[in-house]
Every structure is written in C-alpha cells, then in structure tokens.
C-alpha cells in the first residue's frame, strides 16, 4: 500500500472535481487512482496519468485513503466490497450525503478512521468549501483529510449533526448561487445587453460581491449599505425583490435542501 496515495471510488462529477483540483494543487496525477463501473469513462483522467480502474477492491489494497464519492444506495454495497480489504492503517472518507458514520461503522468496524467531508464542484478550481466532521477518536485522520481539502479550498471542522445543513448549504448551494447568477443575467437581457454581455456582466459582479466579503471579512450588509443611498436605484431593487420573496425563497430552498438529505438514507 502506498501510504502517499489516494484512491476516489465512483469517480462522478464531486469525484472528479476533487481530482482534477488535487492535480491542479500539486498533486501528481500518477497518486490518485479513479474508479469506476465503466472506466472507459475516464479515458481523459487516463490521459492525463491517473491511475484508472473498475476494481475497487484493488484501488483500496494500493492506497492509503479512500473516498468513497458513491450516492447513498450504493454505499453499502461498495462497504461490502472493501471491507475486507481494509486495515487500520486505511483512513476511509464519505462524501455520500446522509449517512452517518456510525453507520459506516456498522460495515467496517471501529478501528478504521472515518471522515465525512462535503465539498462541493468548485473543487476542480481549488475554490471548494468543504465541511468536515469526524469522530474525537479519528481526530488525527481528520487533521490529515482537512489538509487534503485545504488544497482544493477552505475547509471548515463541523458537528456531524451539522452535515445534512452543509450539503444544502455548501454543496447544493452552489446551485442555488449558479440560479441567481441566472437571474441576473436574464433581469440583464431585459433591460438591454445581449445575452453573453449580461452573463459576463453578472458572473463577475457576484465574483467581486463574493471577494468584498471574504477579503474584506465584511458582513454583507455592511457592503449593501456601501451601495445604497437615499432614493436610490439600488435600494429601489432591492426592496422590490424583498417584496416579491427573494430572500426567503433562498432561506426556503436551504432548508428544503436539508430536509431531503436528511431523508436521503434513512426513508422511514
């Protein structure tokens, strides 16, 4: 086993973001291993040197830590597979939503350290925000996968009882951002700018709102008021879209989001 090595199995769209932002990192390519049912599917990760295969049983036997980047009805299955092939010396991270470790735990036993993680597509340009929740016992492997993560973004050491709330909130919410972004660019071609001028128009205005805050450590609204005067334009919209439930429709949207991961699993 390769104790420098990473193996990422059911390679899918989080799967392959997480890998290519490793590479763009500084990881070599050559130390990550793909897997998936029909790895002919990554012939462009094969390409560029990743280790490819529909074996996981292998992937797991050569390398050290395991994502497992599976949807929820399949991660038993795939515990199933490896679980035999898993030591203590492995350490085993879940990006699958809804499942507790606990859970994991039932299949592999409790000398394997487990990590959850919930990054998000923003990986591939090392932008992610990534939660991360372990156990007190696993605190070591999770010092190891939060310097991983670090790589590919900002990484943020939460309960686990806060994991369903950070995939609405860090992982579908790259959705929700995408949709108002979307919007803008529609509100744009409206009001007059042809259709790629309004999406570049809004695609970097919500880049440099998104940069005043985390470089300025700023609360939003203290930049809304830096935009805003009496009888003005933007508060005008502003309170337009209040009126027709802006802000409550992404609260809404949020909260809807966890209560269907929290479901995801355990459908009783």
């Known amino acids: ?37 029909k790895p002919e599917s990554l012939a462009e990760f094969k390409k560029a040197g990743f280790q490819i295969t529909d074996d996981n049983s292998l992937a797991v036997k050569e390398c050290k830590i395991i994502l497992m980047s599976v949807g929820p009805s399949q991660l038993m299955d795939l515990l199933d597979d490896i679980t035999p092939h898993l030591t203590k010396d492995h350490l085993l991270v879940s990006i699958v939503s809804g499942i507790e470790i606990a859970k994991i735990q039932e299949k592999v036993g409790t000398d394997v350290h487990i ?42 050491i939460i309960d686990e009882e806060q994991m369903a709330s950070a995939t609405a909130l860090c992982a579908c919410g790259v959705a929700f951002f995408l949709r108002a972004i979307r919007a803008a660019s529609q509100g744009g071609i409206e ?71 929290r479901r995801l699993f355990n459908k009783d």
């Open 1 to 37: 086993m390769n104790a420098s090595s990473l193996c990422i199995l059911g390679c899918g769209n989080i799967g392959s973001s997480i890998a290519k932002g490793l590479v763009k990192s500084g990881t070599a390519a050559k130390n990550i291993t793909l897997t998936r049912r």
């Open 115 to 156: 990590v959850r993680a919930m990054p998000n597509t923003a990986a591939v340009l090392c932008e992610s925000m990534t939660c991360l929740s372990s156990l007190e016992k696993f605190d070591k492997g999770l010092k190891t996968i939060q310097t991983l993560f670090n790589n590919v973004g900002q990484t943020l």
């Open 191 to 261: 009001i007059g700018f042809h259709s790629d001028e309004a999406f570049t128009i809004a695609a970097q205005t919500a880049r440099g709102a998104a940069t005043l805050l985390l470089d300025n450590d700023a609360h939003p609204e203290a930049e809304i008021d830096r935009v805003t005067t009496p009888m003005g334009a933007t508060i005008a919209g502003l309170n337009e879209m209040e009126h027709q439930g802006f802000s409550s429709s992404m609260i809404k949207g949020i909260t809807t989001s966890t209560e269907k991961v």
